[in-house]
Nanobody
Framework: VQLQASGGGLVQAGGSLRLSCAAS????????MGWFRQAPGKEREFVAA???????RSYAASVKGRFIISRDNAKNTYLRMNNLKPEDTAVYYC???????????????????WGQGTKVTVSS
């Protein structure tokens, strides 16, 4: 399975972006999908995750109430980012973990497949 993240760019503080993650070479219909981010000089951190049926979602405290994770079919996952702040500047990665249950995962090492990342820059 290959994951392709897209939708990053430059946006002013308070603005919005929607990131997309497209899967190819297989299906992620039975996968928990997650978004992580890595800011310059920092370690990669969890942002959000959604269970394979979409019934369970989890968010990092720093983005809760501003970001929304969703998925529409076996291949696409999205991260809607509202009210962006300069501290949201980072490279955003999508990831997949095969899971037949409704659990969501927030630990980087749990995920088996990773996209290449898309850069988000928020100016003040």
């Amino acid at each position: 399975v290959q994951l392709q993240a897209s939708g990053g760019g430059l946006v002013q503080a308070g603005g919005s972006l929607r990131l997309s993650c497209a899967a190819s070479g297989g299906t992620v219909s039975r996968s928990c999908m997650g978004w992580f981010r890595q800011a310059p000089g920092k370690e990669r951190e969890f942002v959000a995750a959604i269970s394979y049926r979409g019934g369970e979602r989890s968010y990092a405290a720093s983005v809760k109430g501003r970001f929304i994770i969703s998925r529409d079919n076996a291949k696409n996952t999205y991260l809607r980012m509202n009210n962006l702040k300069p501290e949201d500047t980072a490279v955003y990665y999508c990831a997949a973990k095969f899971s037949s249950g409704s659990r969501v995962y927030s630990v980087e090492s749990d995920y088996e497949y990773w996209g290449q990342g898309t850069k988000v820059t928020v100016s003040s």
